[in-house]
Structures are given as structure tokens and as C-alpha cells.
């Protein structure tokens, strides 16, 4: 095989990563076959998992990428940007992310590949990042910020479950609102 | 066929009902073959089929009676007691609710027949109940009851979601108390 150069190869990552989760989006984690992957991609199997070990593993690093990136807006521009965030994903990919939630409640080491990664790597920043508001009083102190954190977690849930549901929010602004009344300081 | 009483057809109904229930909690939505359906209720499928036209028939009823006691449980008791309830809901059965996500977004028809008996038949009684609450000062009234209403079963459907991945509510009381200060007016 001919010598690529580093550059070529995260070109080709990226390549095999944006195609597979149009292919995903499409069919579905178990209907997303290595055939429909090829043609999706644009490469062949043997290219593919030259880059990857397995399907599993390039579900795995897009989920990580989104939990990644929606952290990273979290610390950048403050909860109520991720939280529009949300809303705004696509339904479809959003349904992925169930079959994901699926088949982590029927296997237990992709789970835990899954969560080390995420909780491990990406939880710890953002716990210091409310403890860090919550000293500035931009976030209510009589709480943990492990609380904190994790009720915009939750909300966030709700907001996939409901946007691949069907049931999209009808208005984020209220939205917004309500949560910002849950994790603001009341105003004297 | 010899007749059997009303009162007889209601108990084999709620046989059914129940037997299914294990068994969708068991094996999944599309697990849950006549046969093992047949194992776990305990009659024959000439008989099950008698009282219910299709599998999806039993778990639309199963569906639609959980929506029917979450929201007679709020309308009785609030939407605190609500939110407790879902949080010690069985994670298996969470997990087929979730099935029922997945196939409603596949099947327009499913999802038509589900949405129809829930928002038409339950919906309007809620938002009555919180444009009350609202008049009594329990609520904030700065958001339609509807947005109210949304939120609230948002946060249920975040819990619904955490619980089934194996991410469990871990502290009910701070949640309630998150909640609390979104929805329920400042105290002056």
C-alpha cells in the first residue's frame, strides 16, 4: 500500500465519520450494514476499518464527539446555549442516539466503553465549571453542583427524547426560562 | 364456546394485560413472540386474540393506561408525586416505552393511534388543572399552562430516559426542589 501522509489520513477519518452517520441517520444503527457504509462513505470495507476496529467503534467516537462538543459549548457559552443546542439536532440522529441507549441497556461493555470515555474525560471539567459559576453567583449555591449539572442533563434528555419523538419544543425560550428559574439564584 | 360472565372477561383482560406486561419487559417489543406471549399469560393465542386484535392493540392499552395513571396521579396528588412515581418505575419496562419511541417514529400510523388516546382523551383535563393551580398562586402564572404542563412532563420524560439507561435518578428530593423553584412562584 502506498504511504499517506498524516494530514490524508485524519482527512480520511473525518470522510469515514461524516458518512457514517448520514448512514446511521438513515437506517439505523443495526440497519446501517457494512454494504450501505461502503456506499455511504465512499470507501471500501478494507479502507474503513483500516481506520476503525469495528462499526461499534465508529458509533462510539460520534457519540463521544456530540457528548464532546455539547460539553464544550456548555463551558464556552453557559448551559442555555446547549440547551438550544439540543433543539436544534437532527431528529433522526437523535433516534440513533436511542438505539444507542438500547443497546447499552443489553450490553454491558459497550456501556462502559461508552461512559468511561464520556464521564471519565468530559464529566470532571464541567462539574468545576458550575462550582466556578455557582462561587461567582451566576448559579444557585444551596445545591451540589453534581446537581446542578445534572438537572440540565436531564432537561437535555427530555429535549432528545422529545425532538426524535416527534414532540419537538414548541418554545425554547420558555424553556430557557423555566430552567433558568430551577438553577439561578432568586432575584432579590 | 360456552358464555362466560362480564365479570370473567374483565379478569382475563387484566390477565392479559398483565402477562404481556412481563413479557414485553422481558423480551422487548419485537421479542415478545405469540409464543412467548402465550407462555407468559397463560392462554392460548385463539384466546388472547379473542379479547385484543393485534399485539400492538395490547401494548397500545398497556401504554396508554401508564399516560392514564401518570396524569390521574397529578391530578390527584400533584405533580411532585408524578415525577416521584416515574423516578421508581421498572428500568425494563421504561426500556419498551422506548421501543414504542422507536416505532412510532417509524410507523406513522402507531404513532397516530397512541398520540390520539393520550392528548385528546388525557391532555385537556391537565391543562385545566394547572390554569387552576395557577389562579390558586400554587403556579407561576408569567407562562401559558401549557408550557407548564410541557415542562414538567419534559423532566419525566428526562427521568424516564436516565432510568432505562441505567442512569438513575440519584437524589429524587433535589430534583423535586429543581423543579419546585421553575415552576411555583418566587416566595416573596
New interface residues.
Partial sequence: MPKISEERKAERREQILAGARRCFSRHGYEGATVARLEEEIGLSRGAIFNYFGSKEDIFLELAWRDSERLIRLWLDEGWEQTLRSIVEED?EWL?VY??L??K??TDPEF?RRHEERTQEQLAPGLIEHVRADQQRGAL?DD?PPE??A??VS?????????T???EP???VD??V???R???EP??A
Fill in positions: 431528529p433516534g436511542f438505539e441507549t438500547r447499552a441497556r456501556s444557585r445545591l446537581r446542578l445534572g438537572f436531564l432537561v437535555a434528555n427530555g429535549v432528545a427524547f422529545q426524535a419523538y416527534g419544543i414548541r418554545n420558555a424553556l426560562e423555566l430552567v428559574s430551577a438553577v432568586p432575584t
